[in-house]
């Protein structure tokens, strides 16, 4: 008949180390455990109230398995602090310090688990057969373990009984699982602020929040403006009066931010697609066309830099509302695109691609959503900002070297300026700071066009508003979507390629910069660009019309 196990068992072991000492390492007190080398007490009730931590995410089984550089992190946490300070994400700022703590207690876990594990080994050697227990000689923490200690735990294991033996072997069996759960936690967690955290910045990139003018585009703007302009050259006037815009159509059906395109204009939003789509493939440079979804999984959004909410919480992307029975089977959460950059770098997540048939160039018209339609003033009227558009993008895949980069980057800027060149719009090209840097960017440009409308000089607002833009992603996007790179031969340790994505055309902004700059006042006419004569039925104006079927 099998004895009952002593209440007040505590091995020899413990008792050589003398009583645990408190560490604050949890938030709430919990019970020591029966074996321990580095007298930490362990507990699964665990609860976390450290501002820096993020709740895990719940990642669908089918998402691609992020890899985030975290021992570079943790190596050099004051370069990633300053880097995210430099580009306004303070909260995530805190992220590396807090990173090499909880890597701190992961190695305390790590160094616990392997001693419990020893321990476990030999108590399960003497459990089968008493007579096999030797002195421990594999490697053991030798200033916690001495040779007197090590012969005093064998000594008393060949006095234990059977029943105690089984005792501590079932307690530490226990207590290695919640050592194994901590652990994973921990790693999830370090894992977690990680991902929050910004990409690292570009040389080029000025700091602070002015950007570096680096060129223009069609020459200067006039520098004389009328204060009439501000009405009577907005594109949102012009369009009313030529019957092509309707606003109040729009928020009647769906709301402010929406608007309809009528005849010429919707005419002219295919024109300019064709056009910015002729331009860039028919250059010879290897850009495929690609018609993509407009709804991705949120993990591939988010995994692209794209964000539910900003660093202020407003809403940024439009979610789709789940079932309740979707939600309790796991179902992956979709969402609209805010960009064709979403689905298009999603076609190669999880895949492995040869460094041989780099870069790989694509170029996909579509639709886009985007929640964060701003504040409803004149500097976001009309066109320029907007919930759903039509844009033509271009996103490329580089080895991970600088210079290729940069060569597919400038090749993207200088598209965009063939583009806009093509149009005859006013514009100038900018190299943006830190502060205007998303979470994936590493260096981004970008390209104002010039709106009459929105000059005014007596605020400093000289009328140049964004049209395209282009950046730089480094490995950001890659390792978030587990996007790898085989090098060219046979050897070669895999890593990850860069991604560079730009904005061949955004239909709504460049649109409404072309009712502005091409239209006279005097004959009530907006002038289309010679460029677009092929795809609008060869008419060189937009003109007027004494009366519009309803």
């Known amino acids: 008949m099998i004895k009952a196990p002593t209440p007040s068992f ?28 580095s007298r930490v007490a362990y507990s699964s009730d665990y609860s976390n109230s450290d501002t820096n931590e993020l709740p895990i995410s719940s990642r669908p089984p089918t998402a691609p398995r992020p890899n985030v550089d975290i021992k570079h992190i943790r190596q050099n946490p004051a370069l990633y602090e300053r880097n995210s300070l430099e580009r306004n994400y303070k909260a995530q700022s805190k992220y590396p310090s807090r990173i090499i703590e909880l890597f701190a207690q992961w190695q305390t876990r790590q160094k616990d688990g392997r001693s419990m594990r020893e321990r476990s080994n030999a108590l399960r050697r003497q459990i089968a057969n008493p007579s096999s227990i030797q002195p421990e000689d594999e490697a053991v923490d030798s200033t916690s373990r001495s040779k007197t200690a090590a012969a005093a735990i064998q000594e008393n294991d060949t006095s234990m009984t059977k029943e105690q033996l089984i005792e501590e072997a079932r307690v530490i069996k226990d207590q290695l699982s919640t050592i194994e759960e901590d652990e994973a936690r921990l790693e999830a967690q370090m894992a977690e602020l990680a991902l929050a955290i910004p990409n690292l910045t570009s040389p080029e990139t000025p700091r602070g929040d002015e950007p570096r003018i680096l060129s223009y585009i069609n020459g200067h703007p006039d520098s004389v403006s009328s204060s009439s302009d501000r009405v009577w050259r907005s594109h949102v006037h012009i369009g009313s009066e030529l019957g092509i815009l309707d606003f109040a159509g729009a928020a009647t059906t769906s709301g402010w931010g929406w608007y309809y395109l009528l005849d010429e204009g919707a005419q002219l939003e295919q024109a300019l697609v064709s056009y910015a789509l002729a331009v860039v493939t028919k250059q010879g440079l290897g850009w495929r066309q690609v018609a993509p979804p407009s709804i991705v999984y949120s993990h591939i959004a988010a995994a692209c830099g794209f964000q539910p909410r900003d660093q202020n919480g407003e809403q940024q992307v439009y979610t789709l509302s789940q079932s309740a029975a979707d939600a309790q089977r796991g179902k992956p959460e979709l969402c609209l695109a805010g960009t064709a950059e979403i689905p298009l ?86 190299e943006m700071p830190t502060a205007d840097l998303g979470a994936s960017a590493s260096r981004k440009c970008d390209i104002e066009a010039f709106f009459p409308s929105r000059r005014n000089l007596d605020r400093g607002d000289d009328g140049w508003g964004e049209v395209t833009s282009a950046s730089i992603c480094t490995d950001y996007q890659a390792r978030r979507l587990a996007t790898r790179l085989r090098p060219a031969g046979s050897s070669g340790k895999m890593t990850y390629p860069w991604t560079v994505n730009g904005t061949a055309l955004a239909v709504p902004r460049v649109l409404a910069s072309l009712l502005e700059n091409g239209w006279d006042e005097g004959e009530m006419t907006v002038a289309i660009p010679e460029c677009l004569w092929p795809w609008m039925d060869g008419k060189e104006k937009i003109e007027l019309k004494q009366r519009r079927k309803q």
């Open 345 to 430: 770098a999603g076609m190669k997540a999880d895949t492995v691609l040869e460094e041989a048939y780099l870069p790989l160039k694509r170029i996909g018209v579509s639709r886009c959503y985007r929640a964060e339609a701003g504040a409803r003033g004149v500097d976001t009227k009309g066109l320029y900002r907007v919930h759903e558009f039509t844009k033509v993008e271009m996103f490329a895949w580089t080895p991970p070297d600088a210079d290729a980069t940069t060569d597919i980057f400038d090749e993207m800027l200088d598209l965009q300026t063939e583009i806009l060149q093509g149009l005859g719009l006013p514009c100038r090209v900018l």
């Open 10 to 37: 505590v091995c020899l072991q413990c008792r050589l180390l003398g009583p645990p000492k408190t560490q604050r390492l949890f938030r709430r007190p919990t019970a020591t455990r029966l074996f321990s080398t």
